[in-house]
């Protein structure tokens, strides 16, 4: 077993196996040393969404977070599939996080935390990342969260 996902275990989170991707989705692009992964969302183990709804609506800040969290469980269990050892992370370079926003709700930024945080937890230094976190009125399925990851690897 990896470092890395001793690491995951220590913190009580299991990767999920593989769930297909759909036609014409490429869940990872390897460009040189760079990994280019598309868009995720909060899913479950079995592939279901965790949370649906606008947050500030339907969905409150703290369950955002925890939805910006899962989705980045669902990000490293697409990194394992491509790379087959998570320990090939050298640095989570960019992260850009789509938030499904009611309107007049402002905090983007702080439902990114909860994907940087469990980076950061992991990796250390090398989690942390260049961010962009934006509003948006809807996202596929009515997930609430939805990131891409840019990701160099060893």
């Known amino acids: 077993m ?29 460009h040189g040393d760079l990994l280019f992964v598309s868009g995720h969302g909060p899913e479950d183990n ?6 649906r709804g606008q947050v500030g609506e339907e969905v ?5 977070v925890l939805a910006a969290r899962a989705t980045g469980v669902q990000l490293l269990r697409t990194l394992r599939e491509h790379l087959g ?5 050298d640095r989570i370079v960019k992260a850009l996080g789509f938030v499904n926003s009611a309107p007049g709700f402002h905090e983007q930024p702080q439902v990114m935390h909860g994907f940087s945080d469990l980076m950061v937890e992991l990796l250390g230094a090398r989690g942390q990342h260049a961010r962009s976190a ?4 809807s996202l596929p399925f009515n997930q609430p969260v939805e990131i891409e990851l840019i990701v160099a690897v060893r």
Do not use: W, Y
């Open 2 to 30: 990896s470092v890395i996902e001793s690491k995951l275990a220590s913190m009580g989170i299991e990767l999920p196996g593989k769930i297909g991707p759909g036609r014409g989705l490429v869940p990872v692009v390897e």
């Open 46 to 51: 079995d592939g279901n969404l965790l949370f």
């Open 60 to 64: 409150s800040l703290e369950e955002a």
């Open 85 to 89: 050892d998570l320990d090939r992370i």
């Open 134 to 137: 934006i509003g948006t009125s």
